[in-house]
């Protein structure tokens, strides 16, 4: 009888060592995944927001202005078609910024690539094919349409265009609410 007690005792014991082995390194686990994924998010939206051209960091919702960069771009005027009068289209040789005037500032909400001399700072360029834009962005896109791929973030959008599996455009895009 007391021999079948130690065992009783001992394997209830067991198994609670199991129980809270297997709790603990979940509870881990989990953490360290949680933490994992709000890091990569974070880090994905902060490389999305912004993209450094010739040295200076063009960020999304910020302010530009033109005299940063060490080129001197075309300058056009456009209609808004996200805002209330015209945006100033600033080309350049690689790439074409689309801000907005608001109060004292112009506000960025568009970087559009015009060729494959510059890439994304995750290393994406025209001409590249859609397994390397799917090896550095992944697979969680959205189609546009055919040709039109987007990465969606908080506030901002990776819309790459893709044509008989080569990439053909890139543009990070403001989210106008």
């Keep these: 009888m007391i021999m079948k007690k130690g065992i009783i005792i ?30 990569d998010t974070q880090e994905k939206q902060e490389k999305i927001l912004k993209y450094n051209y010739k040295g200076v960091n063009l960020v999304l919702g910020k302010a530009f202005n033109s005299k940063d960069i060490d080129a001197e771009p075309k300058v056009s005027r456009i209609p808004s078609c996200a805002f209330d009068g015209e945006d100033d289209v600033y080309t350049y040789e690689d790439v074409e910024i689309t801000a907005n005037k608001n109060d004292d500032s112009e506000i960025i909400y568009s970087i559009y ?47 790459i265009t893709i044509d008989n599996d080569v990439v053909t455009g890139i543009e990070y895009v403001l989210i106008v609410k």
């Design 113 to 159: 690539f015009l060729n494959d001399s510059i890439k994304t700072d995750e290393g994406l360029a025209i001409a590249d094919d859609v397994e390397k834009m799917e090896s550095i962005y992944g697979k969680d896109y959205t189609k546009e349409n055919e040709r039109i791929f987007v990465y969606k973030y908080d506030n901002a959008n990776l819309e």
């Design 10 to 39: 001992i394997g209830i014991i067991a198994v609670l060592c199991v129980v809270v082995f297997v709790l603990l390194n979940n509870v881990d686990g989990d953490l360290n995944m949680n933490n994992k994924t709000e890091n």
